[in-house]
């Protein structure tokens, strides 16, 4: 009996092992179970993040120069040897090497050239009809078609149905330079709104300044010891009217407000209405953007530029309703710049750093009003530094290539603080789901949003069969 109880209990192992064994077993199944979701999860996203870029690739891939528009150049720009200085200059003050953000903002730098070509280079609409035409390069001086420097810095363009017509505005500053005090920023007196038209986007006829500055009224908004930053104009289905939003200032840029001016043609004149703190918030950094459903949100840098509002406007676009989020709060983020593709939104920003470039950051959201989550820089191509530097420029626009879907217009500024009027253009091709540049960090999460990528070039032009939206 004793015997039989023990031959048993030889293959009986105690209850607690056993249990122990089931659920270790049980525990390792869960864990298998998990990696095995994770991964398949994993598999199933980034199929779906390469089949959207694949897609945009597919729709694209019968036009000869698409490919163009995503192969970048390395821009190896070397800096000089340092100039020579005596031992005793060394001694008294060692010299560190100057970065390439400081050779740009130096006046006197012998790399100047490279980020400010000379008028020899300008993009000249009416005589670069051969080899060049239709060509951006991005930095160059780029005329209109008086022979003119564009002035239309810090701006936007509306595409208009009813003239089939694209309207540039921006800030027309061509007026000297100046420090309104020692503390104070490189300023140009307000001149006004310049606008330009265009049906392929590279060729710009002057309609004047759509909105002028104020000589002689001291307390007016437009007065031109003031500040007027970032115009942008949608058209109002409801009330035929173009509208304009602006960032209007002091020249301490205390007065941190949003101005608003109307007009029944896109080329002006408008009329200003006023000047408001949006929300009871500052407002500086701003833009606009005019949803699918005719539904148009301002967006601005507010609580000293820590964050970013947003809000949609009331129907006649005059006024912001009292709805608004406070999206990115921390981030010190302005210059936005918004866009759409495929129901999600994309917005670019730079950090605040005044007229000196900084890294860009993408942004994504499902809903405009937000939560926008920060995807990392957009920038691909150049160099570290030009990657770093949003290629020594800073975001202003997105605009949509209308027939390819995905593609979009970058628009920024590269700004000359040395003198505001020289400040160049920075256009490039910007896609959404394009290829991926370098490896995927996602920090073992999944990447959620389709990749938003701005390809550097010295020299584009848009896919040849694009041609307006006519
Ligand atoms: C950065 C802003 O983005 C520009 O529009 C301008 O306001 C400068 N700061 C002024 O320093």
Known sequence: MENKTRMKNKYKKPTTLNC?????????????SFIGCVLLFHVYFLNQSQHSQHAVMQMNSDHPYYRELVEVEDDGIKIPPPRKRSPRAIKRKPK?????IEEFLDESSQLRYIFFPGQKTAIDPLNDAGNESLYYHPGRIWLDTDGNP???????????DRSRTYYWYGEYKDG???????KAAARVDIIGVGCYSSKDLWTWKNEGIVLAAEEANETHDLHTSNVLERPKVIYNKNTNKYVMWMHIDDANYTKASVGIAISNSPTGPFDYIRSTRPHGFESRDMTIFKDDDDVAYLVYSSEDNSELHIGPLTQDYLDVTN????????????APALFKHEGTYYMITSGCTGWAPNEALAHAAESVMGPWETMGNPCVGGNKVFRLATFFAQSTFVLPLHGFPGVFIFMADRWNPADLRDSRYVWLPLLVGGPVDRPLDYSFGFPLWPRVSIYWHKRWKLPYKWSGKN
Not at 20 to 32: D, E, H, K, T
Not at 150 to 160: E, K, S
């Open 20 to 32: 122990y064994a089931g659920s270790r077993y049980r525990f390792s199944l869960m864990v298998c």
């Open 96 to 100: 560190r090497p100057t970065t390439l």
């Open 150 to 160: 564009i002035q239309a810095h810090g701006g936007g363009i509306l595409y208009d």
């Open 176 to 182: 000297p330079t100046y420090y309104a005090h020692k």
């Open 323 to 334: 709805v608004m989020r406070r999206i990115l709060v921390g981030q010190h983020r302005e």
